[in-house]
């Protein structure tokens, strides 16, 4: 069965940079889009970013454009978050899903998620 | 950017009630691309209709998704002791990709 599986969350100070991975297994993950969502302590969801089958193209939330960097590896099934200049708002749960086969998102897939902390 | 209103922001029902949830979007969803969650604390979000209308893997057929363009609706025909979460709705037919910001369904 589809598993996603986030890592990489934790206490981090402000301004500095922490990497988060998504490891995927039971699907041919080369054949599928995949997203990073976010969810402060409390809050709503919100999308952070999107990164193609192919790792070809991406797209970010303006809230984190330029501070964050999404990326895969499909000879690992791997997906990554790199966020850098974090803030204390980053502050969340990061949750990596997978696209289903037709659209973005549709009929998705999500890991369990991985808490943040950015300390002031 | 669409902004996905949810309304009512609770909801506030006795077990065998028949639930109406509505998401409202600040322009036409491309493709109704339309889905529906629900999450209970400490958990992820459990995907329930996604599409508009198509009931996710193992989602009970008391839940179901209608609307168009801008109007969206999650409807729980008879509610079980289980359905009471918080439940948002999520545009996926344009980028940035949105969610509504929840109604929380809970028991009266």
């Known amino acids: 069965q589809v598993q996603l599986v986030e890592s990489g969350g934790g206490v981090v100070q402000a301004e500095r940079s922490l990497r988060l991975s998504c490891a995927a297994s039971?699907?041919?993950?080369?054949?599928?889009?995949l997203h990073w969502v976010r969810q402060a302590p409390g809050k709503g969801l919100e999308w952070v970013a999107l990164?193609?089958?192919?790792?070809?193209?991406?797209d970010y939330a303006h809230s984190v454009k330029g501070r964050f960097t999404i990326s895969r590896d499909n000879s690992k099934n791997m997906l990554y978050l790199q966020m850098n200049s974090l803030r204390p708002d980053d502050t969340a749960v990061y949750y990596c899903?997978?696209?289903?086969?037709?659209?973005?998102?549709?009929?998705?897939?999500w890991g369990q998620g991985t808490l943040v902390t950015v300390s002031s | 950017e669409i902004v996905l209103t949810q309304s009512p922001g609770t909801l506030s029902l006795s077990p065998g009630e028949r639930a109406t949830l509505s998401c409202r979007a600040s322009?036409?969803?491309?493709?109704?691309?339309l889905a529906w969650y629900q999450q209970k604390p400490g958990q992820a979000p459990r995907l329930l209709i996604y599409?508009?209308?198509r009931r996710a893997t193992g989602i009970p057929d008391r839940f179901g998704g209608s609307g168009s363009g801008t109007d969206f609706t999650l409807t729980i025909s008879r509610l079980e002791p289980e359905d009471f979460a918080v439940y948002y709705c999520?545009?996926?037919?344009?980028?940035?990709?949105?969610f509504g910001q929840g109604t929380r369904l809970e028991i009266k």
């Open positions: 999520q545009q996926y037919g344009s980028t940035p990709i949105t």
């Open positions: 899903a997978r696209d289903g086969p037709v659209s973005w998102f549709g009929d998705s897939r």
């Open positions: 599409d508009l209308s």
């Open positions: 990164i193609s089958s192919d790792g070809g193209s991406a």
């Open positions: 322009q036409s969803v491309n493709y109704n691309y």
């Open positions: 039971g699907f041919t993950f080369s054949y599928y889009g």
